[in-house]
């Protein structure tokens, strides 16, 4: 029997009149409230009941007798789980402090009341920063199993809790998803306070706001909703967290999980919720407005409400110089349509519409096709598998490997499969610069969606050439329209015109930014002074001043 | 009252003069000059221009009626005001006269892609991946379409100017002399003919109910007709200069064969395809605009909750209104029946609706739907 299923069965999980559970003792038992369960008088029963939870073969839930150096009669139980706890701490704070104290008796005798004598611990016996006391065995167990120390004392029925997390997590490291060449080098890691840590050192305003709860019956996650009052949205707030609270789950061990519980169309190929591991991308969302979604055990955070656009978008935009910035984001659009279309226009082509290319292409294309056994399609499919494969088990080596294997493995098998008659050249050509064009889009999720779709728009451009194609982008856009994140249209910034060549197609200069942009519905849509570059246009004047004083003067 | 697609759909007035303007332009600019330049020969072009009046009126007529009723669509505007029999054979006349749209339009596309560029492809598996994304635009609701429709429409026109541009060079100005073509009367019917288009922007009376703004329901519409009759007209002088207008006369889509006769030079020959691809990307929009207006219609009429039970023969029929008549000569007959009695029917309609309104005001609360 697992442990959380004990501390329901002994917390409380009443049965009906009718031996039956209720259907409220059932949202109990998966939901948050474990009941309240009293602490034992004795360190003997505190000891065998802790056990009774744990079971008796747990080697990482340690359990400490204790005498207090003050007062040896005192007795008491340090209980802890090693490996979520610094052991430095443990040691100094907890057994060193109780045990081996070099200050003088603190009063004599101690007091008689168990209350004052927890007091008396509290403010004189353990120097920890955060420390509490408790009175129900459950929370206690609940608190130690997030890293805290928990000191029972014989006789007053409580425990003192006190702040000793410290367990193995990876360091602050480079983002490895999301390269750039310029810009900050820092990532998110699995820890939720590195994390909120590393958001609050690039907003350092008191209105960011770290709204935290628990999500997972069993895994108890930490998930923090990241929110900057004044600017986003409350009803935006209030529905992302509406939509947390709503999760009824055992384990809730990533964002990605988080992500797919509380988006508008799970069964949508298109992600509507933006993902990143990159502290400067997240800060950025945030002050535009959006919400954010840190979860412990993640590196990636989400942000909501999502387009488009802003999948296509790179942190990197922002720290280039906008005309090579912009002409970047430009070809990753062309990227984009090209990794969704262009193994569909040249089947359609090449199959139905070849009186569409000039005679020597046509040629080039036929000759090139005359030993291939296959029809163009299925050419095609068998191309695109194989890149798929490639492409997948590249993810899955380690990086140097993996980095190979995707290199190696698409010269050798296209060149293979072009010797061996199966595939004509021309289709590597195409299979490869789709891969590549496909590689060009920044976030992976979007990169998905695009090969999932491309495999349907085959299809149809091999039954009806370009009509069909052209059904098939009706089809996606179609969708797309109907799509929703947070109930924000998905196409809302590309049905704006103004906005288009300012932070959507194109990217303007910074200093141009003066609004936030408007699908997150900011409450304060004002992010510039217009006094930026006010030298320059000071400047320009002084010169236009002195250019017609000089005419004057002629 | 049915469910039509999503009950929070909500369209702006721009969306609904672009989703209009596509309805009046999308299907009936391809084949519209074979049936008019035999009339008013070089002055077809104007004639569809000066047909653009019948669609002003009715959107017009249609604006009043939103202003009187607002957040009502057609089915809510006849149940209003009409006795129940003769407002549901007022929706299901609607209905009926959509689905001869849907099934004209689909139509002509099956033709115009079929036999010229996929001889080899079977109509009925054209006219079953049409039928799926028209459904499939339809169950999505109307705001969808709209936004989608502001994506393909600007496309739609800058493949028109890219048509009219490439003319250019081939083109014969002197082919639109005289400018009143036959004469005046022949001037007139040609208005009156293709005034069908026009007034085809009376499908919008089915989503007018999701305007954000209905007082300028009127307004939106009335430009949806400029801008689609317009187009509609460009393309036919673009056709006409370049075909002359016996060519015009002479082919079942002068739109598609003014197209082949223009290319970007040597990269792309016969870029027609390109073209035409382009606009059955709009078409298919229109047509599931259409789907949806039916659906919403007939579910009305019928009392139906939702428009479910609905789709799937509405789908089959689409199927099959898209691939008969099979003969070209009976597929312009319809054409022709279509354009000489379809504008009166959709003049008649709001008119008379307007007039029931009139003859039985209701009170001021009784005319908002919650």
Redesign the interface.
């Known amino acids: 029997m697992s442990l959380l299923r004990k501390l329901m069965v002994l917390g409380r999980g009443r049965r009906g009149a009718d031996g039956k559970r209720s259907r409220r003792s059932e949202e109990t038992s998966r939901g948050s409230g474990l009941g309240e369960r009293e602490i034992p008088a004795r360190i003997d029963s505190i000891e065998a009941e802790i056990k009774s939870l744990f079971g008796e073969r747990n080697s990482d839930v340690i359990m400490r007798r204790v005498d207090l150096w003050t007062c040896p009669e005192v007795h008491g139980l340090l209980f802890y789980i090693e490996g979520l706890t610094d052991r430095a701490t443990i040691n100094a704070f907890g057994l060193e402090a109780l045990m081996h104290g070099e200050r003088g008796p603190v009063t004599s005798p101690l007091p008689r009341d168990p209350k004052l004598l927890v007091e008396l611990i509290i403010s004189h016996l353990l120097p920890a920063g955060q420390v509490s006391a408790v009175d129900d065995l459950n929370k206690v167990v609940e608190k130690v199993l997030t890293g805290e120390a928990a000191l029972f004392i014989q006789d007053t029925r409580q425990a003192i809790l006190f702040e000793a997390k410290g367990w193995e997590h990876r360091t602050v490291g480079e983002p490895s998803t999301e390269k750039t060449l310029r810009g900050p080098r820092e990532s998110f890691t699995e820890v939720l306070r590195t994390n909120t840590a590393l958001v609050r050192r690039r907003l350092k305003t008191p209105d960011l706001r770290f709204d935290g709860t628990r999500v997972g019956v069993r895994s108890k996650t930490d998930v923090v909703v990241v929110y900057i009052e004044g600017i986003t949205d409350p009803q935006l707030v209030e529905e992302v967290k509406m939509r947390i609270a709503s999760i009824d789950t055992d384990i809730a061990g990533d964002s990605g999980i988080i992500e797919e519980f509380i988006e508008d169309s799970p069964a949508s190929p298109f992600p509507q919720m933006q993902y990143t591991e990159r502290p400067d991308r997240f800060c950025a969302g945030i002050s535009e407005g959006l919400v954010g979604i840190i979860v412990d055990t993640s590196p990636f955070a989400l942000m909501a409400p999502a387009n488009l656009p802003t999948f296509f978008q790179s942190a990197e935009d922002f720290y280039d110089r906008f005309p090579f910035a912009g002409t970047l984001r430009s070809l990753r659009y062309v990227a984009g349509l090209l990794a969704l279309t262009f193994p569909a226009f040249y089947v359609a082509i090449a199959t139905?519409?070849q009186?569409?290319?000039?005679t020597s292409l046509a040629l080039a294309i036929a000759g090139s096709h005359l030993s291939v056994p296959f029809p163009t399609i299925v050419e095609a499919l068998l191309m695109e598998l194989a890149l798929e494969l490639i492409r997948e088990s590249a993810v899955r080596m380690p990086d140097p490997v993996g980095q190979t294997m995707g290199f190696v493995g698409a010269l050798l098998l296209g060149d293979a499969a072009v010797s061996a008659g199966l595939v004509s050249p021309i289709m590597v050509i195409v299979v490869a610069v789709t891969g590549l064009a496909s590689f060009s889009i920044p976030h992976y999720s979007v990169s998905l969606a695009v090969r999932l779709l491309r495999f349907p728009l085959l299809l149809?451009a091999s039954?009806?050439?370009?009509?069909?194609?052209?059904?098939g982008?009706?089809?996606i856009?179609?969708?797309?329209?109907?799509l929703t994140s947070l109930g924000v249209?998905y196409?809302q910034p590309?049905?704006h015109t103004g906005d288009l060549f300012k932070d959507v197609l194109w990217r303007a200069p910074v200093f141009k930014h003066r609004l936030r942009p408007g699908f997150p519905r900011p409450q304060d849509r004002v992010r510039q002074g217009s006094s930026n570059r006010q030298w320059a246009r000071d400047d320009q004047d002084k010169e236009e001043g002195a250019d017609g004083e000089n005419r004057v003067r002629e | 009252m049915a469910r039509t697609g999503s009950e929070n759909d909500h369209i702006r007035t721009g969306q609904f003069a672009v989703l209009v303007a596509e309805i009046v332009f999308s299907t009936g600019f391809m084949a519209v000059g074979s049936v008019i330049a035999t009339i008013s020969e070089s002055a077809a072009w104007l004639g569809t221009l000066l047909g653009a009046a019948g669609g002003l009126i009715v959107a017009w007529l249609c604006g009043t009626l939103v202003r009187l009723y607002p957040g009502m669509n057609l089915p809510a505007i006849a149940d209003t005001v009409l006795p129940k029999a003769l407002s549901k054979l007022a929706s299901l006349s609607f209905a009926a006269y959509c689905t001869w749209l849907l099934g004209i339009g689909s139509r002509q596309f099956i033709i115009a892609i079929w036999i010229p560029f996929l001889e080899s492809t079977s109509p009925l598996t054209l006219a079953l991946v049409a039928s799926a994304i028209i459904a499939y635009g339809a169950s999505l609701g109307i705001e969808a379409i709209a936004r989608a429709s502001m994506v393909f429409f600007p496309i739609a026109l800058l493949s028109i100017v890219v048509l009219a541009g490439l003319s250019v060079p081939v083109a014969h100005p002197a082919r639109l002399l005289p400018i009143i073509g036959a004469g005046l009367p022949e001037l007139g019917l040609t208005a009156l003919i293709t005034s069908a288009y026009g007034t085809e922007c009376i499908v919008g009376l089915a989503f007018v109910s999701h305007l954000n703004e209905p007082s300028r329901a009127g307004r939106s519409m009335s430009w949806g007709v400029l801008v689609g009759m317009t187009l509609m007209s460009a393309v036919l002088a673009v056709a006409t200069m370049l075909l002359g207008s016996q060519g015009v006369a002479r082919v079942m889509f002068p739109a598609v064969e003014a197209a082949r006769l223009v290319g970007p030079g040597e990269f792309l020959e016969r870029s027609e395809v390109l073209l035409l691809a382009i606009w059955f990307s709009v078409g298919l929009l229109k047509q599931a605009a259409v789907f949806h207006a039916t659906t919403v219609s007939i579910a009305d009429a019928l009392g139906l909750r939702t428009r479910t039970p609905v789709f799937i023969p509405l789908i089959v029929a689409s199927v099959i209104l898209s691939l008969y008549p099979t003969t070209v000569v009976s597929v312009l007959h319809s054409l022709k029946l279509f354009q000489r009695y379809t504008p009166w029917y959709a003049l008649a309609l709001p008119a008379l609706l307007l007039t029931a309104s009139a003859l039985r005001p209701v009170p001021a609360e009784g005319r908002r739907r919650e």
Do not use: D
């Open positions: 139905h519409h009186e569409m290319l000039p149809l039954w009806t050439g370009l009509f069909g194609l052209t059904a982008l009706v089809a856009v179609l969708h797309l329209s109907g249209p196409l590309l049905l």
